[in-house]
């Protein structure tokens, strides 16, 4: 929506800082590939203290990975960019310390998602993922036009952090019996 209400110099700045800001929740990716068939199984047999402890567990070897990618892209964001992609691109820091918040919300929930899926609880992520994507979009109608670049990142992060609250609210519901 960027790339049709604006400029293609913004676009560049936000592409910019999204590939940079993508790296924080790689570390979830790797975690989620390992950890899926485990949070299967424990559900399957009703272990949910060894569920708690692994979805714990899962979520700060994410965060640790995360975590010092957050913290450099927030405090030192103008040196990443001038160093990755040239002095051109150092007005994008701004926008990657909004993705960087973001992203960190996503990983924090990011384990959350996978134990949804697994457990065969997958209709309350498309609930989630389906009200938030209309959120992200009406965000994005009303605030690019006026906010640019700047106001597509913000709805983007906002966006990740209204997913992991209601991730975390479905994670409190009580699974459907089938």
Not at 20 to 35: C, D, E, R, W
Not at 111 to 125: A, D, R, T, Y
Not at 134 to 160: D, Q
């Amino acid at each position: 929506m960027l790339g049709w209400m604006r400029n293609p110099e913004e676009v560049g700045l936000y592409k910019v800082a999204y590939q940079t800001a993508s790296l924080i929740p790689f570390g979830l990716m790797a975690v989620n590939t390992a950890i899926a068939p485990t949070l299967a199984k424990l559900y399957s047999i009703g272990k949910k203290d060894a569920l708690k402890r692994t979805i714990i567990a899962a979520t700060a070897i994410a965060l640790l990975f995360a975590s010092p990618l957050v913290f450099s892209f927030l405090l030192a964001g103008p040196w990443v960019i001038n160093h990755l992609y040239g002095n051109a691109y150092i007005e994008a820091s701004t926008v990657l310390a909004i993705l960087s918040i973001g992203f960190f919300f996503n990983t924090i929930s990011g384990v959350s998602w996978q134990f949804l899926i697994m457990s065969g609880q997958e209709h309350k992520l498309l609930v989630i993922l389906l009200l938030t994507v209309t959120i992200y979009l009406l965000l994005n109608a009303t605030i690019i036009p006026l906010w640019g670049v700047e106001g597509a990142v913000i709805t983007k992060a906002f966006s990740l952090a209204v997913i992991t609250s209601l991730v975390f609210c479905a994670l409190k519901l009580k699974p459907r019996r089938t």
